[in-house]
């Protein structure tokens, strides 16, 4: 049992890829009663592993005490491979099913009132300081019989704060969080995995050009998660840094494209990966 223990940071890398997900324009004014549906595909790559995910994301723009906020549900669905060794141990990954859904609320405290969209044509962005609340349901596909999973069997918590400064047609963007974890206790069989939060930054800057494309470059940098099963410390604590892009064209008033790219670039345990996605965008409602 503790040698299988020792391959822990390729195990939860679908986690890892989905609390990591670098996230530019979080905190935004958009008109009230918009809501947007997003289908896209992403793959990350780890070592000899890759993850593709196929997702949907539902988002409906909101009045909170008179700021604008939204509600979104993503429902990942997963594909895991790949075949490497940790310490003499075979790791042979094959795992395909609905990955953990997440549900998010992001409420804006200052500077994005709730405008409809006729009043949001003469919106000018100045500071907006916002804050939200993340958290996945653990119904993705799970067997407690091997690492590798598309599912955790553990949700994870994510409250965030964050602001954003218009210079322009510059956008600046600074975010901290905090990712906690429940036990997952079916952990290669009935064994109880723990893990302490993880604390992240991101930093973003964003161009947005006449059109209402953009375009960003965005950076985050993560700290803590040491596992422990049956109490017992089994890794160390992370520190990672992870650098990326986002590009976001309007094809009409109502459809858009996104392609995004991101990459670790330092890792003190060796949890680093590489990611790209294009996904596409459709929003109604609102008087559009």
């Known amino acids: 049992m503790r040698e299988n223990f020792l391959a822990l940071p390729v195990g939860f890398f679908c986690q890892q890829a989905q609390a990591q997900e670098i996230e530019a324009r979080a905190y935004s004014n958009a008109p ?12 990350a ?42 310490r003499a141990q075979n790791m042979n990954a094959s795992a395909e099913g609905l990955s953990d859904p997440v549900v998010k609320i992001s409420a804006n405290l200052y500077g994005a009132p709730a405008l409809s969209l006729e009043e949001f044509k003469n919106y000018q962005q100045d500071l907006i300081i916002g804050a939200s609340l993340a958290a996945s349901i653990p119904w993705g596909k799970y067997n407690n019989e ?36 429940t036990s997952n206790t079916s952990f290669l069989g009935s064994n109880t995995l723990s893990q302490n939060p993880i604390y992240s930054s991101e930093a973003h800057a964003i161009y947005y050009f006449q ?26 604590s992370q520190e990672n840094w992870r650098f990326g892009s986002t590009f976001s064209y309007p094809i009409n008033k109502q459809n858009s494209i996104r392609v995004t790219g991101s990459k670790g670039v330092y890792s003190s345990t060796n949890t680093d990966y590489s990611a790209l996605g294009i996904s596409w965008q459709y929003r109604w409602g609102g008087g559009l």
């Open 32 to 43: 009230i009663g918009i809501n947007f549906i997003t289908g896209g595909i992403a793959q």
């Open 45 to 86: 790559k780890s070592g000899s592993y890759t993850l593709t995910t196929e997702a949907a994301n539902l988002t409906r723009i909101i009045d909170v005490f008179g700021q604008s906020g939204r509600i979104s549900l993503l429902v990942p669905y997963a594909q895991l491979s790949g075949t490497g060794s940790i």
């Open 146 to 181: 091997q690492i590798l999973n598309v599912g955790a069997n553990r949700s994870l918590i994510q409250p965030a704060i964050g602001a954003s400064q218009a210079i322009g047609p510059w956008r600046l963007e600074l975010a901290g969080m905090a990712t906690i974890y």
């Open 211 to 236: 059109n209402t494309a953009y375009i960003s470059a965005d950076a985050t940098y993560f700290m803590g998660g040491q596992k422990y099963v049956n109490g017992t410390a089994i890794s160390g």
